[in-house]
């Protein structure tokens, strides 16, 4: 049950924080539900994933499992803008960016960019609050 909460909490903060960054979801007319069913779908990949990786003999720590973690969140967000039609990935403007004296100007994402941007923070933000979570 603790497991489930964590998962549901992670999921809830990595969608806020993928919102507040990238802004690329669009939860349409009804944005409670749809952002519910999205919290849902993020949460049964995020719990099953490492299971299913340890029996296919996948990488399910390293870079490898963070590369196939973004192509698998990609993918879960593609088929849920499929089925949900309120649910629709934008295009979006990133704003620009100040770090250590390095200025990254602003950018203007495709819908591919925006959900390929979206996924990633998704899953990095996810497996964050994960890895600062694990028992040591």
């Not at 944005?31 to 296919?56: D, G, S, T, Y």
């Not at 499992?65 to 593609?78: E, G, P, R, S, W």
């Not at 295009?91 to 495709?110: A, D, K, M, Q, Y």
Request: neutral net charge; glycine residues 4%; proline residues 4%.
């Amino acid at each position: 049950m603790r497991l489930i909460l964590r998962s549901v909490l992670i999921s809830y903060a990595s969608i806020q924080i993928a919102q507040r960054l990238v802004s690329g979801i669009d939860f349409g007319a009804n944005p409670e539900q749809n952002m519910i069913l999205l919290l849902v779908a993020l949460v049964l990949l995020n719990l099953f994933i490492i299971p299913i990786l340890r029996i296919l003999s996948l990488p399910h720590m390293g870079l490898g499992f963070i590369l196939l973690n973004f192509l698998l969140t990609l993918t879960v967000l593609y088929i849920l803008t499929i089925f949900i039609t309120d649910l629709s990935i934008v295009e979006t403007t990133l704003p620009e960016l100040r770090i250590f004296g390095f200025v990254l100007p602003s950018r203007l994402l495709s819908v591919v960019e925006s959900a390929a941007a979206s996924a990633f923070v998704l899953s990095f933000v996810y497996h964050f609050f994960e890895w600062l979570c694990e028992k040591r």
